[in-house]
Every structure is written in C-alpha cells, then in structure tokens.
C-alpha cells in the first residue's frame, strides 16, 4: 500500500466504488461502474467531499483494493495543480448536499431503466459555470452545490481551459452537460478519459494488490416505482 500511495501526486483525481449492498444498487440504477470521486492532497491525504461534510482522509482509506480505485492524472502544470487542490481545500467543513446527488442518481436510473432522457439540454447562463462562467465553453455545473462529481469537475474546469473545452466537445455528451440544472455524473470522468486520454491520464497501481482491470458493472435496474419513491424522498427533504 505504501508503494501505491508514492504513485500519487496531488491533484490526482481518484474513482472508487463504496462496498455494501446500497452502493451496490445505486450504481446499477445509474448504469455506473464506479460510485465516488476524491482528489489527492498534500502529505498523504485527500480531499473527500462526502457526507456529512468535506474533509481531509489518509489516502490508504481509499486506496482499499475492494474499492477498486482508479486514478486519473489531469495533465496540468504545478501551478494549475496548486490551484485546484486549493480551490478544493477551499470547501472543506462545507456540508454534503445529499439531495442533490440523490436526485440525480435517480434521474440517471429513470433515465436508463425507461429510455428517456429526463432534463432538457441546458440552456447557457452566466451563473454556475464550469470554470466560473469565463473563458468560454465547458458546461453549467452549479457551483455552490457540494456533491464530489460538481466540486471536483468545476475545480479542474476553472483551472484548466482545456479541460472547459473537453467538457463542452466530449462525444458522447456528459451528463452535466445534457440536463438542466443537472449534475455531473461518476461515467463523466470516464467518457472525458476516453476522449482525452493525453488529459486525464490513467496511472496503473502496483500489480501485488490492484489488477488495474475495469471493475464489472453491476448487474440490475432501478425500477421506476423505486426511482419515482426516491425522488419523492429527496424533493420532501429538500422541501423540509
């Protein structure tokens, strides 16, 4: 473990996937390998924007081979790789917006067990953009929501022009991207790696404990009762 931890850089953005049965069936209503985003910090820690709030964690917690990790490296310069731990850090103590990522796991189920795309195509808007609405290009994630996807997609965006650019002409189109007032979801960071994999870099981990081998995708689909029940729950809460 201590090997694979000397892999990491900070900045480096890692995807993994929560043990137990509930995370298990979140990912299979969003069609979805992987379940949670954290980005490494300085002296062993990341930054986990998980509930209750944003905090610092030891990076061994994340590096557990049964959750699978994933590391992608942004290709950034030392002072964009500054910057984005920065603007991270910037959150931590700030609570988990846990309505907001429940909506949109439900809208990613209903949207795969139904067909339909729920959410019309975002319309542009000076507010809440990737990158902070300047430069040009790059999507519409809100900004004051704390969920891992948003955070960590709009701090890299607002560093980096080229990842706005990537964001804005990834093909297929990213989730942020195709619904209003949406979120970003865990297969954006995929579909961004695989069309620019010279940007977001996958870093293998040592072999003695990862097979850096893709993960099976879980096996199932959210029901639509069960999608209509949860954003019911979610839209009483917030509500409340």
Not at 94 to 119: H, N, P, V
Not at 195 to 211: A, E, N
């Amino acid at each position: 473990l201590g090997r694979a931890v000397r892999v990491l850089r900070p900045a480096d953005i890692i995807l993994t996937r929560t043990p137990g049965a509930f995370y298990s069936a979140a990912r299979a209503s969003a069609d979805s390998v992987y379940d949670h985003v954290v980005v490494v910090a300085r002296n062993g820690m990341c930054i986990h924007v998980g509930p209750p709030i944003v905090r610092l964690l030891r990076i061994e917690r994340i590096l557990d081979p049964k959750r699978c990790p994933l590391v992608l490296r942004p290709r950034l310069n030392t002072k964009q790789r500054r910057r984005f731990v920065v603007l991270l850090e910037r959150h931590l103590g700030k609570r988990y917006d846990t309505a907001a990522a429940y909506t949109t796991m439900a809208r990613l189920g209903l949207e795969r067990a139904t067909g339909f795309a729920f959410g019309r195509r975002r319309e542009r808007s000076t507010r809440g953009t990737v990158g902070g609405g300047g430069g040009g290009g790059g999507g519409h994630l809100i900004q004051d929501r704390i969920i891992c996807t948003d955070t960590t997609l709009s701090a890299v965006c607002r560093v980096s022009k080229a990842f706005r650019n990537s964001v804005a002409t990834c093909t297929p189109s990213l989730d942020c991207m195709r619904f209003r007032n949406g979120s970003a979801s865990l297969e954006d960071f995929l579909r961004l790696h695989r069309h620019r994999p010279d940007l977001l870099v996958r870093i293998p981990l040592p072999l003695q404990l990862f097979s850096n081998a893709p993960p099976p995708r879980a096996a199932g689909i959210l029901t639509l009762s069960g999608a209509l029940t949860a954003m019911g729950r979610v839209s009483g809460s917030a509500g409340r």
